[in-house]
């Protein structure tokens, strides 16, 4: 409860105001100038990406983030992670902190743009998803794209079976080109292996916040939360479960509330369910709901997607 804590709530109830009560015309204007904008920041970091692989030195500087959670090489384009190169598993982030972060951000407004990829930056936007190879992203475009069909298009079984054929020579491709050993195998679908029940891309929390975790849901401060400390944990925690254990079951009420107050009146059902739906798994991995990557192309996209959810006749 600081002064600088109190005007940082403040500019948020502020800009939170603007969002919820802007109109339609200024919703769908701004996801477009959002969408062109991380494009420019993606083309910006992978024409540094393509230079340094052409051989040029931009001299790197050593980096951190938040005590040392994450480590980097500041490339100036881009950003390469420490635990990445030594892993042998780097992925593009662009200059954010976690492939999955400009991954998923691409993906939701790829969505948004109903998939309009005669627009450039709707490309870049599919181009940045592709090379971040972040499971997350991949996702929610291939389920978005499935929803949309099954929304929109009157011939669902001639397109259920093109994506099933698609998604199939990908998944043989990956496991025979270069026996396995590739990207695409490695982050995708290697992670969609299920070991003793859970899947392998599934390891959004640490064993030890796991088993917190657990004894925090038979306590009494399941309902409100608690403290989270992250220097409790090693490695990094994400997703619903961190979401739940600081701000309880009563927060998730409240946020899942939120979220259906949120619809516009006179959505099509469908759009609402899929819009829903795709937020929940957003959700499930990061529990940021209130991230303005995420809030706002949520809110807006009932305005940019409604004419576009009804069916073909």
């Known amino acids: 409860m600081t002064i600088l804590g109190m005007i940082f709530s403040f500019l948020n109830i502020l800009v939170f105001g603007f969002i919820i009560f802007s109109k339609d015309l200024y ?26 692989w052409g051989g040029i030195n931009f001299s790197p500087r ?24 030594s892993l042998d598993k780097w992925r593009f982030s662009g200059c954010f902190l976690e492939p999955a972060h400009i991954g998923v951000a691409s993906a939701v407004l790829l969505i948004s743009q ?19 190879f972040s499971l997350a992203a991949y996702v929610l475009i291939f389920w978005g794209l499935y929803i949309k069909i099954l929304m929109t298009s009157k011939y669902i079984i001639v397109y259920t079976f093109i994506l099933l054929f698609v998604s199939i020579s990908l998944a043989l ?5 270069n026996q396995g050993d590739n990207f695409v195998n490695k982050y995708i679908f290697e992670r969609l292996v299920f070991k003793d029940g859970e899947m392998a891309g599934d390891n959004r929390v640490s064993h030890g916040f796991k088993k917190d975790y657990e004894r925090f849901m038979e306590s009494n401060k399941v309902w ?17 479960r961190v ?11 409240l946020i899942i509330m939120l979220y259906f107050l949120l619809i516009p009146p006179g959505t099509p059902a469908s759009l609402a369910l899929f819009l829903l739906i795709l937020n929940a798994m957003i959700f499930w991995k990061g529990g940021t709901p209130l991230w303005y990557n995420l809030i706002i192309p949520y809110l807006f996209s009932f305005s940019s997607l409604r004419r576009f959810y009804i069916r073909s006749k």
Do not use: H, P
């Open 62 to 85: 050593m980096i951190d983030f938040n005590n040392g959670q994450y480590e980097y090489y500041n490339y100036y384009f881009f950003l390469i992670d420490l635990r990445a190169i």
């Open 243 to 253: 979401y739940i254990y600081q701000n309880g079951l009563i927060g998730l009420l």
């Open 114 to 132: 109903n998939y309009n990829l005669k627009k450039w930056y709707n490309v870049v936007l599919l181009l940045t998803i592709i090379i971040s």
């Open 27 to 52: 919703r769908t204007e701004s996801l477009q100038f959002i969408a062109e904008l991380l494009a420019c920041i993606s083309l910006f970091s992978m024409i540094g990406l393509i230079l340094f």
């Open 224 to 240: 409100l939360g608690t403290k989270y400390d992250q220097n409790r944990y090693e490695g990094g925690n994400a997703g619903y």
């Open 173 to 177: 491709i990956a496991f025979n080109y």
